[in-house]
Structures are given as C-alpha cells and as structure tokens.
C-alpha cells in the first residue's frame, strides 16, 4: 500500500552540532530489562499497525510516536533505518463493525487508513518504507502457513488451521507471562481458548476457514483468510527476515500477539530470535480507562486538529509523557503543551540564546536512555528560559527539535 510522505529530517552536524557518539538502550520486555539495540549499519523496525475501523485515537497516536523516536534517534547515530508496518485490513473486528453499520468493509478500512496516513503526516511521523496491508500479503501469509505445515506445526480443527504453541520451545519467552496470566488475556485479546477439539487452549488460529457472508481467498488449505498473529509474522519475516532489531507497538500486544507471532516465525524458519527486542509503548487512557474502540471512549488525532490543535502541541502533549507509562489524557495537557510550544517557538526566533550543543547533548543523553522525552522537553524548556549572546543557538536548537523531536517549531 502507499505509505505517507516523508518530513525532512535536518542533519544535526550540518547544523554545526557535533556528532553522537553511544548506543540507543530500550526496555525490551522479552529480558524485563534495558539493552542497548545494536543494529548493523541498517537499523532494522517492524511496528504493528492498525485495525483500520475507528482511527487515529490518541493511544494510537502514543505508540507510532514512540517508534518515531527510536526512527529519528537511530538516524542521529548515523543508521540507515528500514521501517515496516502492516495494516490489519481485514480481520473480526473490521468485519464485525461494517457489518454493524452496513459500510463494505473494504470502503471502512480504505476511508480510515487514509485518515491515519493524514494523521501520521500532520504529527510528522516518519513512514514506514513498506506499509502492508493483510489482504495484499496473503500470498506471503500462506506461504508461512505453508512453511509451518510442512514443518507438522499445524493441525485441523472444523476446516480451520491452529499453530500449536508446543511446535515452539521458546513459546512464552516474549512476554515471560505464566500460563495462567496468559489464559485470561488470550481470551480478552482475540483467542478462543474454549473451542473444542483444540490440543491446548492458547493454540492460534493460523487460518479461518470461509464464513458465510465474509471474504475469503483461494489457498492450499481451502478458502478462508488469515488469523492475526500469522499476519504480523509473515509480513515481518519477508520484508526484514529473522532478527531484526526491534518489534514494537503497544503493551496489549505483547501477549498473545508478538508471543505468537514470534513462535510462528521461529518454528517455520527454524531460526531464531524473530526480533532482537521486544519493545512496547504504555496504555493511553480517558477518564480511568484505557483508550480503546470496543469501549468507544476516544479522543481522535483528527478531532483535535479540526477544532485547532496545532499537531505540534499534540506531539509536544503525547511527548511529555514516558512512552513506558500509562497515563490519561486532559485537555490540561493540550494547554500545558500548546503553551510550551509558544515559549520555544519564541525563543527560537530570538536573534540569539545559550549555546546549543550542550541542549544537543541533553536530548539525546536523555532520548538514548530508554527515549526519556519528558526530560529531553525540559532541557529545551532550560535553554528557552536563559538569555544568552550564541546566534547560532536558536537555529540549531530548531535542528535538535525536529530532528529528534519532530517537532517543527
Ligand atoms: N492491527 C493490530 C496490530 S497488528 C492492532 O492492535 N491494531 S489497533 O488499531 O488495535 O492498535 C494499533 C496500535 O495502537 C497497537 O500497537 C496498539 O497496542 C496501540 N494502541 C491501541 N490502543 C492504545 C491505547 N489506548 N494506548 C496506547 N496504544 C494503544
Ligand atoms: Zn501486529
């Protein structure tokens, strides 16, 4: 599928700033702990995308942003980066909701994955280099579904395909979730541990035989389309092969779908690790629940822009907050954010200001150590408070903000 424009990103030494030195570390939640990401000279990303029915809400918005920072702090150390993302443009939960509103599914999923591209655009997101849609890599899904069966990681339930978890050693070293934490949330987050004639309840869905009144697309296993998990892997396999630097998305993801999709990946190839780290972004909430389209209780990235927001002031709003943490959006927060956008773009249009190398050095000390954007935004706050006689300063500090911030001030 198209993917969305590209900003310019400035380069920091062009600027007259003097060059990074030091690793990027990231919590990653297959060790529980902080590790430094050691990509080759091409820094290697797959983020899992949407399920295009009710986009862009803010928690959405939270987690692309959050692999923006890794994109742009990767750049900075002078690492090409190859960036992928899918879209899950056909699955339960699109299909359910056309069904509820009469809308073709496809119409729904086109119409929001086009609003998710202005979105990402206006929050001056870095695009994926291949965004993939499910139903244009079914092809590549099958064949993964095929490499499993021939491996004998498969088996028949009703004319539908499961992945058996034990086809895989290392099934459950991604989330390191016991096997009674996993059973409730593999229940709550697409499984169907209950189903009859499955050998383990936390087996996966590979592949769904056709339902009436659903698509469907021609495979050796019969007409039926994707499970989810499958989807992910085999995107991610073909465009970045195995041990790629960093999988990443939200912390509802973590299990069942990045411990799935890991285990699908390492039984079909028979190499491992699926990804080098397993990162993932805190929960964004509203009024004491977590942002999410089965609760309806969504703040939308378009919404905001319509009445006004300066996308700047959103980035600068979702910024102040850890990307590990979950937190609640206020309106508070947007003032909080659009006031401080002004205090910058103020002092960045002064004729002069304190030096900028050492702000440069404070944001990507703060940025390289787990992405602490919260302080990287108070060592721009300090300079944009001093006075000072550097008429260099203001444009570089301009550089340091939309280079590793993206925010164009
Ligand atoms: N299509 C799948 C991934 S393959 C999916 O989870 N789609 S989604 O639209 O439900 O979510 C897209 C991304 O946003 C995921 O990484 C998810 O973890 C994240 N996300 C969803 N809700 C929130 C929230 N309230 N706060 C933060 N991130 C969220
Ligand atoms: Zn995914």
Same mark, same amino acid.
């Given at each position: 599928m198209r993917s969305w424009p590209v900003p310019q990103v400035p380069s920091l030494s062009a600027a007259g700033l003097p060059a990074p030195g030091g690793r990027l570390?990231?919590?990653?939640?297959?060790?529980?702990?902080?590790? !430094?990401?050691?990509?080759g000279e091409t820094a290697r990303m797959y983020v899992c995308g949407i399920t295009p029915y009710d986009a862009t809400h803010l928690g959405h918005a939270n987690t692309y942003l959050a692999f923006d920072l890794v994109n742009r702090v990767w750049r900075d150390l002078g690492h090409t980066v190859h960036y992928v993302q899918n879209a899950t443009d056909v699955d339960d939960p699109l299909l359910e909701r056309a069904q509820q509103t009469g809308e073709d599914w496809r119409e729904l999923a086109d119409r929001e994955i086009e609003l998710f591209r202005e979105d990402m655009t206006a929050l001056r997101i870095l695009p994926p280099d291949q965004y993939v849609g499910a139903v244009e890599a079914i092809p590549l899904i099958v064949r993964m579904v095929e490499k499993l069966r021939a491996r004998g990681a498969t088996y028949e339930v009703g004319g539908d395909l499961y992945f058996p978890v034990s086809a895989d050693p290392a099934f459950g070293e991604v989330s390191r979730l016991s096997r009674a934490e996993m059973a409730p949330l593999f229940a709550e987050r697409g499984g169907d541990p209950d189903r009859a004639g499955k050998k383990d309840p936390l087996d996966a869905l590979v592949w769904m035989a056709q339902r009436p009144g659903e !698509?469907?697309?021609?495979? !050796?296993?019969?007409?039926?389309?994707?499970?989810?998990?499958v989807e992910c892997s085999a995107i991610s396999v073909e465009y970045l092969g195995m041990g790629f630097d960093v999988e990443g998305g939200g912390s509802d993801l973590a299990f069942p779908h990045h411990e799935m999709g890991a285990s699908h990946a390492q039984a079909a190839t028979g190499e491992s690790p699926h990804a080098r780290a397993y990162v993932h972004a805190g929960m964004v909430g509203l009024d004491g629940e977590k942002m999410s389209k089965s609760r309806g209780n969504l703040v939308?990235?378009?919404?905001?822009?319509?009445?006004?927001?300066?996308?700047?002031?959103?980035r600068l709003a979702l910024l102040a907050h850890h990307y590990r943490s979950d937190w609640e959006w206020t309106g508070a927060g947007l003032e909080a954010a659009?006031?401080?956008?002004?205090?910058?773009?103020?002092?960045a249009a002064r004729p002069s200001g304190p030096a900028a190398a050492p702000v440069a050095a404070a944001v990507r000390g703060h940025l390289a150590e787990d992405l602490d954007a919260p302080a990287a935004l108070e060592a721009i706050d300090r300079w944009a408070a001093e006075p000072g006689d550097d008429t260099a300063a203001p444009g570089q500090v301009r550089a340091i903000a939309d280079a590793l911030l993206g925010v164009l001030l």
């Amino acid at each position: 599928m198209r993917s969305w424009p590209v900003p310019q990103v400035p380069s920091l030494s062009a600027a007259g700033l003097p060059a990074p030195g030091g690793r990027l570390r990231l919590h990653d939640t297959g060790t529980g702990s902080l590790r !430094p990401t050691e990509p080759g000279e091409t820094a290697r990303m797959y983020v899992c995308g949407i399920t295009p029915y009710d986009a862009t809400h803010l928690g959405h918005a939270n987690t692309y942003l959050a692999f923006d920072l890794v994109n742009r702090v990767w750049r900075d150390l002078g690492h090409t980066v190859h960036y992928v993302q899918n879209a899950t443009d056909v699955d339960d939960p699109l299909l359910e909701r056309a069904q509820q509103t009469g809308e073709d599914w496809r119409e729904l999923a086109d119409r929001e994955i086009e609003l998710f591209r202005e979105d990402m655009t206006a929050l001056r997101i870095l695009p994926p280099d291949q965004y993939v849609g499910a139903v244009e890599a079914i092809p590549l899904i099958v064949r993964m579904v095929e490499k499993l069966r021939a491996r004998g990681a498969t088996y028949e339930v009703g004319g539908d395909l499961y992945f058996p978890v034990s086809a895989d050693p290392a099934f459950g070293e991604v989330s390191r979730l016991s096997r009674a934490e996993m059973a409730p949330l593999f229940a709550e987050r697409g499984g169907d541990p209950d189903r009859a004639g499955k050998k383990d309840p936390l087996d996966a869905l590979v592949w769904m035989a056709q339902r009436p009144g659903e !698509p469907g697309w021609e495979s !050796p296993f019969g007409t039926g389309r994707p499970g989810w998990h499958v989807e992910c892997s085999a995107i991610s396999v073909e465009y970045l092969g195995m041990g790629f630097d960093v999988e990443g998305g939200g912390s509802d993801l973590a299990f069942p779908h990045h411990e799935m999709g890991a285990s699908h990946a390492q039984a079909a190839t028979g190499e491992s690790p699926h990804a080098r780290a397993y990162v993932h972004a805190g929960m964004v909430g509203l009024d004491g629940e977590k942002m999410s389209k089965s609760r309806g209780n969504l703040v939308f990235v378009s919404r905001l822009r319509r009445g006004g927001a300066d996308p700047m002031a959103i980035r600068l709003a979702l910024l102040a907050h850890h990307y590990r943490s979950d937190w609640e959006w206020t309106g508070a927060g947007l003032e909080a954010a659009a006031a401080r956008l002004e205090r910058w773009r103020a002092a960045a249009a002064r004729p002069s200001g304190p030096a900028a190398a050492p702000v440069a050095a404070a944001v990507r000390g703060h940025l390289a150590e787990d992405l602490d954007a919260p302080a990287a935004l108070e060592a721009i706050d300090r300079w944009a408070a001093e006075p000072g006689d550097d008429t260099a300063a203001p444009g570089q500090v301009r550089a340091i903000a939309d280079a590793l911030l993206g925010v164009l001030l």
